[in-house]
């Protein structure tokens, strides 16, 4: 059995005078770069134009980053937000909401598809949620771990014997803790294969919007429970019967029923050209 993980790994890779390349920076990078080349595969076999993930990543980037943003300070710190707007877009850049990043990434990726390209070429809202969630959930992953490198998100005190010892967190008592950012990095990689598979079984005939609400029922289910075994964010939220991250589950895990339930329901219709190129796949 183990005696604790003592977790003091630096946050920092390597710094070149002022500049400094940190694990979160890189993981994030990856997981966005990484999960791309997973689109353009998706892309390919589906035969959509491989061209379009270029603009894509940039709906992708933007919507998660102004979301993310935007939701830390409208959830967590809303009198910053009010009396400081400017601190949302201005360096340090802490702060990152994860039900703020999925409303942004789902307004992006519905801005996405009401392009001239995409209409044309039928990716319709659904079809673009269905396969982005898979990308969605491996940089999930890598971020989650950006997290545990760097010491924050920290879990509650525990004796299990996997708990970790967070050395460079200075904000809670360095006792053994639950490792909250390793739970959800890995559960992140589970539902990045299960949704991999899910979508290589039927592909263009995936049904419409079953992946995405597999995506926010799993994520925001196990969210929910995972903030039983994490640290509140902010002191208000000690307070209150159930904290924001738990609050903001609810609505999406609903959404996800909705979408899941609906995409049985209404059949798969493809385009003469695509029932074509689907039957040769």
């Known amino acids: 059995m183990l005696q604790y993980v003592i977790w003091e790994v630096n946050p920092e890779i390597f710094h070149i005078g002022s500049f400094s390349v940190r694990w979160y920076g890189l993981l994030f990078a990856l997981g966005f770069l990484i999960g791309m080349q997973i689109m353009s595969y998706i892309f390919k076999k ?40 400017l601190t949302v877009i201005t360096p340090p850049f802490a702060g990152l909401a994860s039900h703020g990043a999925t409303i942004g990434i789902l307004i992006g990726l519905w801005l996405y598809s009401r392009r001239k390209e995409s209409r044309l070429t039928n990716q319709t809202f659904l079809w673009v949620t269905d396969r982005i969630v898979i990308v969605v959930a491996l940089a999930g992953a890598c971020i989650r771990f950006g997290n545990l490198m760097n010491s924050e998100i920290v879990g509650r005190p525990t004796d299990v014997p996997w708990a970790f010892v967070f050395m460079n967190n200075n904000e809670y008592a360095k006792i053994p803790r639950h490792p909250a950012q390793l739970y959800e990095s890995l559960s992140c990689l589970v539902l990045f294969f299960i949704l991999l598979w899910f979508w290589n079984r039927a592909k263009a005939r995936t049904p419409r919007g079953g992946m995405l609400g597999i995506f926010l029922i799993w994520i925001f289910g196990l969210r929910f429970f995972y903030e039983y075994l994490k640290e509140n964010q902010v002191p208000f939220e000690d307070s209150l019967p159930l904290n924001v991250g738990q609050l903001l589950s609810i609505p999406a895990v609903l959404m996800g029923v909705y979408f899941l339930v609906r995409s049985y329901r209404t059949p798969v219709v493809l385009p003469a050209s695509e029932e074509s190129r689907a039957v040769e796949s």
């Open 46 to 85: 589906e035969n959509k134009p491989v061209a379009d993930t270029d603009t894509l990543l940039i709906y992708m980037v933007v919507s998660t980053i102004v979301g993310a943003r935007l939701g830390h300070f409208l959830f967590y710190e809303p009198e910053v937000l009010l009396h400081h707007p």
